[in-house]
């Protein structure tokens, strides 16, 4: 039996919070599509008012601007990885098992999945592999970090980390391994659907990856790497 997973995110991201009308949740679905369709460059509020037969200012009492927007949708998938590695990873005791499930997710499997979002999460992952950079790639992006809006990120980053500790506790470089691995992830399938050139990662014909495997070689080859420099196994 699947269970619907309901996600809370940091207030200072919405003016409203969309999760508590009717409306706020059809805004969040909606500009989902939208952007997903239009991208984040011509997407605006006005074609989501009239995606939804609202006005702009309805829209303007959830979201202080499309910015904001774009931070909650990308804080969104990020707490749903989360709630996804925690149920998947809850009775696994092996650190290195852990590392790989965390991988085979970051990699975009879904499989059997036992946890429902009552947003299209498909869509919302291919906004996250175009748009996801955007939201910190930005002048304001030490005022939005002190608002802590990034914090969803940074903390997904740090629980992987944890992991990464736990293989090889002598490991200097956690944080930066991981936040390498996500975004090595939306990179390098960017690559492969659209700069082929630029990666050896490749889609098959069912629209399958290899960067499930590519993010493995990275993690644990690094890993093993340091593991021989201190003189210990894997």
């Known amino acids: 039996m699947s ?16 999760e508590q009308t009717e409306l706020g949740r059809t805004i969040v679905k909606e500009s989902i599509r939208l952007i997903d369709e239009l991208g984040f460059e011509h997407f605006t ?8 037969s609202s006005t702009e200012a309805s829209v303007y009492r959830y979201f202080e601007n499309k910015h904001k927007l774009l931070l ?3 804080s969104w998938y990020w707490n749903w990885l989360d709630y ?11 650190a290195s098992e852990k590392l790989r499930t965390f991988i085979r997710i970051l990699a975009g499997s879904h499989g059997s999945e036992p946890l429902e979002a009552n947003v299209d999460v498909q869509a919302l992952a291919r906004i ?3 748009e996801a950079s955007k939201a910190y790639l930005t002048k304001e992006v030490d005022a939005d970090n002190k608002a802590g809006l990034f914090q969803d990120y940074k903390n997904l980053c740090h629980k992987i980390a944890l992991m990464v500790q736990e293989i090889a506790p002598d490991c200097p470089f956690p944080h930066a391994l991981v936040s ?11 690559f492969a659907q659209h700069l082929p050139s630029l990666t050896e990662v490749n889609l098959d014909s069912d629209g399958a990856t290899s960067l ?7 993690a644990f080859h690094s890993l093993a790497k340091e593991a021989s420099a201190v003189g210990t196994t894997l």
Do not use: M, W
């Open 72 to 74: 909650y949708l990308v």
């Open 180 to 190: 390498t691995l996500f975004e090595a992830a939306r990179k390098h399938l960017f």
């Open 84 to 94: 996804r590695i925690s149920y998947h990873t809850h009775h696994v005791a092996d």
């Open 128 to 130: 996250v592999v175009l």
């Open 3 to 18: 269970a619907t997973i309901r996600i809370e995110l940091n207030g200072r991201l919405f003016l409203r919070d969309p």
């Open 212 to 218: 499930e495997s590519f993010l493995n070689h990275l």
């Open 45 to 52: 509020f006005k074609k989501l008012a009239q995606q939804i």
